[in-house]
């Protein structure tokens, strides 16, 4: 069993940044792939950025491409996705997310976190 917690979410201006953060328990955090999605009212939710167990390989979705950056660190059991150049459009609740095995994909998550918003104001 793995339990996360969010944070760091909050409203900013459009063009700021923000940095959410996601705590997980155990002591096997490595052996998980981690994930951010997200979900605006209205919407599916929707894969954001993955990262493989040992942080060497990273998945973006299109739309957060070259803004989001998503890391870890194994030693604090803590995943983050670093968001700049934010846009209205990326106002959602983010969620974190681990998924059993180390290889990093947008789908098979089976461990989430209780959320955190995230509200970009134009």
């Known amino acids: 069993q793995v339990q996360l917690v969010e944070s760091g979410g909050g409203l900013v201006q459009a063009g700021g940044s923000l940095r959410l953060s996601c705590a997980a328990s155990?002591?096997?955090?490595?052996?998980?792939?981690m994930g951010w999605f997200r979900q605006a009212p209205g919407m599916e939710r929707e894969f954001v950025a993955g990262?493989?167990?040992?942080?060497?390989?990273?998945s973006y979705a299109d739309s957060v491409k070259g803004r989001f950056i998503i890391s870890r660190d194994n030693a604090k059991n803590t995943v983050y996705v670093q968001m700049n150049s934010l846009k209205p459009v990326d106002t959602a609740v983010y969620y974190c997310?681990?998924?059993?095995?180390?290889?990093?994909?947008?789908?098979?998550?089976?461990?989430w976190g209780q959320g955190t918003q995230v509200t970009v104001s134009s």
């Open positions: 997310a681990a998924r059993t095995g180390t290889d990093v994909h947008p789908t098979g998550y089976n461990y």
């Open positions: 155990g002591r096997t955090f490595s052996s998980y792939a």
């Open positions: 990262i493989s167990g040992t942080g060497g390989r990273t």
